[in-house]
């Protein structure tokens, strides 16, 4: 079913959506999406799941790349989600409503976000995704910075009947006037709850696609990445920074201290890094990276799959220092400069810090 029949006196022009298929419930979610870091413990929680009965493998860097490219929060699980929904990751997929491709982007829509891509090619479409997706988290997160619909209800977001991410998910089933008008996820009496069952489901479907990170799971804990009390905070500032501040946080501790991976994912970076010496990057599930810097020895290799917990390496003083101790980041990308507040990260994954 298309359900932008029936709402063209509610949508505006530029705020067409792609096709939506409904199925299955789920109560929904009372998140916290703040910042550049969702905070939901079941969007969050764990990695992506991939291969069987998850994501198909030759699209998971595809999603983790698009997510990490939006930096309102969004969770590279719900991509996934709304890809199984719409096409259960079909390419070739097509609507009788003229939907088109692994993402279903109606024509209009595509035109917008498509930035003159394939639709049919997923190398295209999916960051297209993930390009509206984000586009839709910021008005939920600033609804004040926007006008163009004609019913506007809402100019702050705890106005809103719903968390960012359900609202950008109605706003894409629906198009975002739809959401203005209700001031939230539209009720199910609203296109015969077809919006609000999807959701719901994709709500459900993005915890079906996560992989638990909690002590039982087979990824392992997440944990400290050393020993030892916190030494300079996140955000300090001085001339001992290029940047004119702090990026991370230190632990000083003596050289050849365990460092051990925060949390379970894949290698993206190990070897030399300039000022930071010796240097591991992790990629974790949820789209987020870990940085560890001034090693004195590193105990794993790029493209290793570590569990949280495992060691990775031992401090040092190696790069730009005054002393030994561990320097540790959170990035919403590999390279430097992406870097957000570890300790609320960290908590979220129950890491007492």
Partial sequence: MDIKRGLKLLLAASLTMPFGLIVGVFVLASLSDEGSTPLDPGLTGGSLKVGPGGVPRQYEELILAAANDCKAGLTPTVLAAQLKQESGFNPNASSPAGAQGIAQFMPGTWKTWGKGGNVWDPDDAIPAQGRFMCSLLKR??????????????????????????????????????????????????????????????????????????????????????????????????????????????????????????????????????????????????????????????????????????????????????????LHFEIRTGPEYGSDINPIPYLRQHGVNI
């Fill in 140 to 325: 939920a997160k600033n609804p004040a910075k926007y006008n163009d619909c004609p019913t506007e209800t809402v100019t702050e977001p705890s106005q809103y009947n719903g968390s960012p991410t359900e609202l950008a998910l109605a706003g894409y089933n629906a198009g975002w006037c739809a959401v203005e008008r209700y001031a939230g996820v539209p009720p199910a009496s609203f296109a015969k709850g077809q919006t609000y069952d999807y959701v719901k489901n994709i709500m459900a479907m993005s915890r079906q696609l996560t992989l638990s990170d909690d002590p039982g799971s087979s990824s392992g804990a997440w944990t400290r990445p050393t020993s030892g009390a916190l030494g300079t905070v996140y955000h300090a500032t001085g001339a001992n920074w290029s940047s004119g501040y702090h990026t991370g946080i230190d632990f000083p501790v003596p050289t050849g201290t365990t460092v051990k991976a925060v949390g379970p994912g894949t290698v993206v970076t190990a070897g030399q890094g300039g000022a930071y010496g010796n240097q591991i990057v992790i990629r974790h599930g949820d789209g987020k990276y870990s940085h560890y810097a001034h090693l004195s020895s590193l105990s794993v290799s790029k493209g290793d799959t570590v569990k949280g917990g495992q060691k990775i390496g031992l401090s040092g003083a190696t790069g730009n220092v005054t002393g030994p101790h």
